[in-house]
């Protein structure tokens, strides 16, 4: 809105520049007051007093302060926890040199990076160690729970990104019926995750005839337990590991399915639309350059999508530690805490065991991991980011 | 520098908003002391509200009459607005939030280990304080016609004997059978024993039945739930909670027993899981489950699965038992929060109706559940000579036992799902140790739960 459209004259002295600066602050306080409200009250209020709440013995009535002991429940000592920071600060520094490294044309280039590697491999082992002290000490469901939190993640959302990129990119071109295909592909997003979280439960239940088993009989594999099934999905290929490394459950990757299955076709429309802002003329002389479809999508498509690409990897770990409708739908007492989320086990904890404070500590250590986990992938892939 | 002040004021001015909405903490508000009230005095509320959670379309029918009945007859003018406030678990944790707040309803369903956890913060209501009020009470005669077990269901030592509910229905664990298929294997009833049980099981996942409408045949399917724990240790003549001591007692020896004979059927074959939410309905009724066990409330759900399934003959039993039967018996109560003792006054007045023996008999025949009073059971002599699978399980109710009402149940529940699961699963797990690991975490988490009452 300029100054003509409002009718007002040019300011002439000092003072009325300065009556003109202090309505100009009101109307935007006044234009932000309602969204900061509403921010306040439902957002930043039940932060707050949640961690109010974690400093108290708080069952089913606030019982008495115990400041900090609810922290200590999960990770067993102070030592542990400064540890395990102290081995994430080393596996950060190990980044800086080695990001440092490469941006360097000095000669010592080369030392920075063996300096940076053995930064991050003594980072790792300090990491390792306050882990496994807190493992010990700590509470031990809470930290499994942050472990499959990780692997259901790690199993969905390059998924959910790839599968999504790949279809928008073939939705973007002139096949017959793409609007079907559109709508098809986003309704299991817009589908209330209850309902066809059942519907998946069907899918994958312990019956022979399953329409999972019946899908893996086409190819000789014989039936599985799916939700079931508490063994990890690598030991049941036939690979023995175990620990962190052994990975998720069956139980736990037919849960990911769902999470992939659900959330693609969001992915695919963000992206379409990410497609849409990619200028025509790009493809046009990279086409009259003799570029092939498939270097025209490595080379134009996916740097001209990055900053969508960045958009949806950031939401998609957000939502992901987040999750919780389906994976309480389609958990089943037989798959153990091999499916247990964060959320899953803090709900279980208020709810259930009426341990609100001891739950409102984990989601406020839940929440500065989701804090933690957002800041180093802004500053991982922030800078990859490609404007134009 | 005034940029900073509008800045302030603005922070200043949204804080207090945020501050004077939110006001002091729900869980703050003094509750109200019924103790001394004078009940002749006090006029009841005009309007209050039921939660449940009862759906289907017999039921909702049900309760809408029973609703519209005693808003139109009743001779205070209340008027009751019953609302699906979702499962028992929805309710349960909705509750949780608004325990001792203005906002809770007058009356609500929950299960007697749910209300004991409510009342650790002294959230309900006492119906003792007038039950036996010359004015409002209930007439010692009608007191008396409550089947005296769910009577006192409802009653909490654990908080100095206070009634904290009233049984509107009940429901029991029975044991659904296929005669047709018992009889083609050459049996002419149920098993009454543990071992019995196992051969017909058996004899069925190896002969399937020929009135099947699917591929498959197997002996017993077990849903993973606190309930079918509790039967069958029942069923082997065990408790999984001591009343007297005030422990779990989940590891003891008849629960070890009832396990290792279940585990036992899971590697043979003859038993399995549940595939997936009612797949044991739905494969008794296609004829390829001989034997499940579940909630008499379910009757209408079996009698459709079979109509529309193999169409057999089949009934309901009590539990294989080492001696005596012993049967699990449950079901939700009606409460009412604390608020005012005008709200609390009309809400005991729908309760009695809600109870009376006319109203008893429409919604133990529209749902399916067991009425709660003697004198009702006479009354439904028609509708038991049309549904002998409902008076089946009716004659088994002088067996019914009770799990235990303490704070905290329902996560102890959980993990004993858990550990049953695991016992099934993995035949080659020492049933012992891990019943004495499961005993140890409930009575800790009970042990917690009691701490608060001190």
Same mark, same amino acid.
């Given at each position: 809105?300029?100054?003509?459209?409002?009718?007002? /004259?040019?300011?002439?002295?000092?003072?009325?520049?300065?009556?003109?600066?202090? /309505?100009?602050?009101?109307?935007?306080?006044?234009?932000?007051?309602?969204?900061?409200?509403?921010?306040?009250?439902?957002?930043?209020?039940?932060?707050?007093?949640?961690?109010?709440?974690?400093?108290?013995?708080?069952?089913?009535?606030?019982?008495?302060?115990?400041?900090?002991?609810?922290?200590?429940?999960?990770?067993?000592?102070?030592?542990?926890?400064?540890?395990?920071?102290?081995?994430?600060?080393?596996?950060?520094?190990?980044?800086?040199?080695?990001?440092?490294?490469?941006?360097?044309?000095?000669?010592?280039?080369?030392? +920075?990076?063996?300096?940076?590697?053995?930064?991050?491999?003594?980072?790792?082992?300090?990491?390792?160690?306050?882990?496994?002290?807190?493992?010990?000490?700590?509470?031990?469901?809470?930290? /499994?729970?942050?472990?499959?939190?990780?692997?259901?993640?790690?199993?969905?959302?390059?998924?959910?990104?790839?599968?999504?990129?790949?279809?928008?990119?073939?939705?973007?071109?002139?096949?017959?019926?793409?609007?079907?295909?559109?709508?098809?592909?986003?309704?299991?997003?817009? &589908?209330?995750?209850? &309902?066809?979280?059942?519907?998946?439960?069907?899918?994958?239940?312990?019956?022979?005839?399953?329409?999972?088993?019946?899908?893996?009989?086409?190819?000789?594999?014989?039936?599985?337990?799916?939700?079931?099934?508490?063994?990890?999905?690598?030991?049941?290929?036939?690979?023995?590991?175990?620990?962190?490394?052994?990975?998720?459950?069956?139980?736990?990757?037919?849960?990911?399915?769902?999470?992939?299955?659900?959330?693609?076709?969001?992915?695919?429309?963000?992206?379409?639309?990410?497609?849409?802002?990619?200028?025509?003329?790009?493809?046009?002389?990279?086409?009259?350059?003799?570029?092939?479809?498939?270097?025209?999508?490595?080379?134009?498509?996916?740097?001209?999508?990055?900053?969508?690409?960045?958009?949806?990897?950031?939401?998609?770990?957000?939502?992901?530690?987040?999750?919780?409708?389906?994976?309480?739908?389609?958990?089943?007492?037989?798959?153990?805490?091999?499916?247990? &989320?964060?959320?899953?086990?803090?709900?279980?904890?208020?709810?259930?065991?009426?341990?609100?404070?001891? +739950?409102?500590?984990?989601?406020?250590?839940?929440?500065?991991?989701?804090?933690?986990?957002?800041?180093?992938?802004?500053?991982?892939?922030?800078?990859?980011?490609?404007?134009? | 520098?005034?940029?900073?002040?509008?800045?302030?004021?603005?922070?200043?001015?949204?804080?207090?908003?945020?501050?004077?909405?939110?006001?002091?903490?729900?869980?703050?508000?003094?509750?109200?002391?019924?103790?001394?009230?004078?009940?002749?005095?006090?006029?009841?509320?005009?309007?209050? $509200?039921?939660?449940?959670?009862? $759906?289907?379309?017999?039921?909702?029918?049900?309760?809408?009459?029973?609703?519209?009945?005693?808003?139109?007859?009743?001779?205070?003018?209340?008027?009751?607005?019953?609302?699906?406030?979702?499962?028992?678990? !929805?309710?349960?944790?909705?509750?949780?939030?608004?325990?001792?707040?203005?906002?809770?309803?007058?009356?609500?369903?929950?299960?007697?280990?749910?209300?004991?956890?409510?009342?650790?913060?002294?959230?309900?209501?006492?119906?003792?304080?007038?039950?036996?009020?010359?004015?409002?009470?209930?007439?010692?005669?009608?007191?008396?016609?409550?089947? !005296?077990?769910?009577?006192?269901?409802?009653?909490?030592?654990?908080?100095?004997?206070?009634?904290?509910?009233?049984?509107?229905?009940?429901?029991?664990?029975?044991?659904?059978?296929?005669?047709?298929?018992?009889?083609?294997?050459?049996?002419?009833?149920?098993?009454?024993?543990?071992?019995?049980?196992?051969?017909?099981?058996?004899?069925?996942?190896?002969?399937?039945?020929?009135?099947?409408?699917?591929?498959?045949?197997?002996?017993?399917?077990?849903?993973?739930?606190?309930?079918?724990?509790?039967?069958? $240790?029942?069923?082997?003549?065990?408790?999984?909670? !001591?009343?007297? $001591?005030?422990?779990?007692?989940?590891?003891?020896?008849?629960?070890?027993?009832?396990?290792?004979?279940?585990?036992?059927?899971?590697?043979?074959?003859?038993?399995?899981?549940?595939?997936?939410?009612?797949?044991?309905?739905?494969?008794?009724?296609?004829?390829?489950?001989?034997?499940?066990?579940?909630?008499?409330?379910?009757?209408?759900?079996?009698?459709?699965?079979?109509?529309?399934?193999?169409?057999?003959?089949?009934?309901?039993?009590?539990?294989?038992?080492?001696?005596?039967?012993?049967?699990?018996?449950?079901?939700?109560?009606?409460?009412?929060?604390?608020?005012?003792?005008?709200?609390?006054?009309?809400?005991?007045?729908?309760?009695?109706?809600?109870?009376?023996?006319?109203?008893?008999?429409?919604?133990?025949?529209?749902?399916?559940?067991?009425?709660?009073?003697?004198?009702?059971?006479?009354?439904?002599?028609?509708?038991?000579?049309?549904?002998?699978?409902?008076?089946?399980?009716? !004659?088994?109710?002088?067996?019914?036992?009770?799990?235990?009402?303490?704070?905290?149940?329902?996560?102890?529940?959980?993990?004993?799902?858990?550990?049953?699961?695991?016992?099934?699963?993995?035949?080659?797990?020492?049933?012992?140790?891990?019943?004495?690991?499961?005993?140890?975490?409930?009575?800790?988490?009970?042990?917690?739960?009691?701490?608060?009452?001190?």
């Amino acid at each position: 809105m300029t100054e003509a459209t409002l009718g007002v /004259k040019p300011p002439k002295t000092g003072s009325t520049l300065h009556t003109l600066r202090t /309505k100009e602050q009101i109307t935007g306080y006044l234009f932000v007051l309602p969204a900061l409200i509403v921010i306040l009250v439902f957002g930043l209020f039940p932060i707050g007093y949640s961690l109010y709440m974690s400093l108290f013995n708080w069952r089913v009535t606030k019982g008495a302060y115990v400041g900090g002991r609810n922290y200590l429940l999960i990770f067993g000592t102070w030592t542990n926890l400064l540890i395990t920071l102290a081995g994430i600060a080393l596996i950060v520094a190990a980044f800086w040199i080695w990001s440092n490294a490469f941006s360097s044309l000095s000669n010592r280039k080369t030392i +920075a990076k063996v300096v940076a590697a053995a930064v991050l491999i003594v980072g790792g082992v300090v990491f390792v160690t306050g882990w496994g002290y807190m493992f010990e000490s700590g509470n031990q469901n809470f930290l /499994k729970s942050l472990i499959v939190t990780t692997y259901y993640a790690v199993g969905t959302v390059p998924a959910e990104v790839i599968i999504g990129m790949i279809l928008a990119f073939l939705l973007y071109q002139d096949i017959v019926g793409k609007d079907i295909f559109r709508m098809m592909y986003f309704l299991p997003y817009v &589908t209330p995750s209850v &309902t066809s979280a059942v519907v998946f439960q069907i899918i994958f239940s312990l019956r022979e005839t399953s329409i999972a088993n019946m899908v893996i009989g086409w190819f000789g594999i014989s039936p599985q337990r799916w939700r079931f099934e508490q063994r990890p999905l690598l030991n049941l290929l036939g690979v023995d590991i175990s620990g962190f490394l052994a990975g998720p459950s069956l139980a736990l990757v037919s849960i990911m399915l769902y999470g992939i299955w659900s959330f693609v076709g969001y992915n695919t429309v963000i992206f379409l639309a990410g497609l849409g802002n990619i200028p025509k003329e790009t493809y046009e002389a990279a086409e009259i350059d003799g570029a092939t479809k498939a270097q025209m999508f490595r080379h134009i498509t996916m740097p001209l999508l990055s900053p969508t690409t960045f958009y949806l990897t950031l939401i998609g770990f957000i939502g992901t530690f987040k999750a919780f409708n389906h994976i309480y739908v389609l958990r089943t007492p037989s798959a153990g805490d091999s499916v247990i &989320t964060s959320s899953l086990l803090i709900f279980d904890n208020f709810y259930k065991a009426n341990q609100y404070g001891v +739950a409102t500590a984990q989601a406020i250590v839940l929440f500065v991991v989701i804090l933690g986990l957002t800041l180093a992938q802004n500053k991982l892939m922030g800078e990859r980011v490609f404007y134009g | 520098m005034k940029r900073k002040l509008f800045s302030l004021i603005a922070i200043v001015m949204v804080a207090a908003m945020v501050l004077s909405a939110c006001g002091t903490p729900a869980t703050d508000t003094p509750p109200v002391e019924e103790g001394g009230v004078d009940w002749s005095t006090v006029t009841p509320a005009q309007n209050i $509200t039921f939660w449940h959670q009862h $759906t289907g379309e017999d039921r909702e029918a049900a309760m809408e009459k029973i609703v519209n009945d005693f808003n139109s007859t009743n001779e205070y003018g209340i008027t009751l607005t019953a609302e699906y406030a979702g499962g028992y678990g !929805d309710i349960y944790t909705k509750m949780l939030a608004l325990l001792n707040t203005p906002d809770v309803p007058d009356i609500v369903v929950g299960y007697q280990n749910q209300i004991a956890t409510y009342q650790l913060a002294d959230a309900f209501f006492d119906m003792n304080t007038v039950i036996n009020d010359s004015v409002y009470g209930m007439p010692q005669a009608d007191q008396d016609d409550f089947i !005296d077990a769910f009577f006192q269901q409802d009653v909490y030592p654990l908080y100095d004997n206070q009634r904290l509910g009233l049984a509107p229905n009940r429901s029991m664990e029975v044991m659904y059978y296929n005669m047709d298929w018992l009889t083609e294997l050459g049996y002419d009833g149920p098993p009454t024993t543990p071992e019995e049980f196992r051969e017909m099981t058996c004899a069925a996942s190896a002969n399937p039945f020929s009135g099947a409408m699917a591929e498959g045949s197997m002996g017993y399917q077990l849903s993973i739930d606190t309930s079918r724990f509790a039967s069958w $240790t029942y069923a082997f003549g065990g408790d999984i909670y !001591d009343g007297t $001591t005030n422990q779990y007692t989940l590891n003891s020896p008849e629960a070890v027993a009832a396990f290792e004979f279940l585990q036992d059927l899971f590697a043979d074959g003859c038993a399995r899981l549940v595939s997936e939410n009612y797949g044991d309905q739905s494969d008794f009724g296609n004829g390829t489950l001989l034997f499940t066990v579940g909630s008499s409330s379910g009757l209408p759900f079996y009698t459709s699965a079979v109509e529309g399934g193999a169409n057999f003959e089949w009934s309901v039993a009590a539990l294989p038992s080492t001696g005596t039967p012993k049967q699990d018996v449950y079901g939700a109560s009606v409460s009412i929060p604390k608020s005012t003792p005008e709200r609390q006054l009309a809400a005991w007045i729908f309760l009695k109706y809600y109870t009376s023996p006319e109203v008893q008999k429409l919604w133990a025949e529209a749902s399916g559940y067991f009425p709660v009073r003697k004198s009702v059971a006479d009354m439904m002599g028609d509708y038991m000579a049309a549904n002998p699978t409902y008076k089946a399980s009716w !004659d088994l109710l002088e067996y019914g036992w009770f799990e235990p009402a303490v704070p905290g149940y329902d996560f102890v529940r959980d993990e004993i799902e858990v550990v049953m699961a695991a016992v099934v699963d993995d035949p080659t797990l020492d049933v012992q140790t891990e019943f004495d690991t499961l005993n140890e975490f409930g009575n800790r988490i009970l042990a917690e739960q009691l701490e608060q009452l001190n």
